[in-house]
């Protein structure tokens, strides 16, 4: 739901709601709206990921948390696993005291930002490449009691070798390839990719797609094409 107005993303979200798992609501929409924008998408009956990646100093983070876990519908939540150890395990320390009603959002470290590749890791002073450092995030992640990681569908298997079947992969980065449905289009800002087909064979839990479906002439029916490709990457399950 990358939407600067919550009518836009209601609009939206009323076609697709019963062919997705959750809505996404990033900092665009939150900013503009609020938590208004949790419990108006949230009343659809689909779950919410609120994707704002905190990054503080632990306390602060720990209050965003727990703050976050009291809102309606929200499942996943994130927070940048470069903010370290420390600031992961007052993160899972907070959302594990939460009164929240029901059951307890997943916690997840973002990882390394799919719009990153080798060079811009460079730039910011990090060696090495992007799988390498999602790999070692992940398992930070872990160690700090977190449910899973944010990562791009090129380090799905690694991250499986390396933090097990239960530890949760999300992955943004998903490019369907073209079709009639999904038109090509330009290269845009993500860096490492794959198709929804590719991310669930590798394993993925959770495959974030916003602007195949946003920006498709008919949004309903990409978001159509992109369950039936997961379905037979899934054995047609």
């Known amino acids: ?26 900092v665009q929409l939150f900013t503009a709206e609020g938590p208004d ?6 009343k659809l009956g689909v779950g919410v990921f609120l ?6 100093i632990p306390n602060t983070v720990a209050g965003a948390v727990a703050a976050a876990a009291l809102l309606p519908g929200v499942q996943l939540l994130n927070i940048h696993a470069t903010g370290g150890l420390e600031m992961m395990r007052a993160a899972a320390r907070a959302l594990a005291a939460s009164p929240a009603p029901g059951t307890r959002p997943k916690l997840l470290g973002v990882t390394i930002l799919t719009s990153m ?21 992940a398992r930070l992640s872990r160690r700090a009691g977190l449910d899973g990681v944010v990562a791009s569908p090129q380090e799905v298997r690694q991250i499986r ?6 530890f949760l992969t999300v992955i943004p980065g998903v490019r369907p390839a073209p079709s009639e449905q999904i038109p090509r289009r330009r290269r845009d800002d993500q860096a490492r ?15 974030v797609v916003g602007r195949p479906i946003t920006a498709a002439p008919d949004p309903r029916a ?16």
């Open 1 to 26: 739901m990358d939407f600067g107005t919550l009518s836009d993303a209601l609009a939206l979200a009323r076609q697709v709601a019963d062919l997705v798992g959750i809505f996404k609501i990033n």
């Open 37 to 42: 924008a949790v419990r108006k998408l949230a």
């Open 222 to 237: 990409a978001a159509q094409a992109i369950v039936e490709e997961i379905s037979l990457a899934m054995g047609g399950s």
């Open 193 to 207: 990719v794959a198709t929804p087909g590719e991310a669930i064979r590798a394993g993925a839990d959770y495959l």
């Open 117 to 137: 590749d080798r060079e811009a890791l460079k730039q910011v002073g990090i060696s090495g490449s992007p799988k390498a450092r999602v790999v070692s995030l």
């Open 51 to 56: 994707d704002l990646k905190y990054h503080d």
């Open 161 to 166: 070798r390396a933090c097990g079947r239960d």
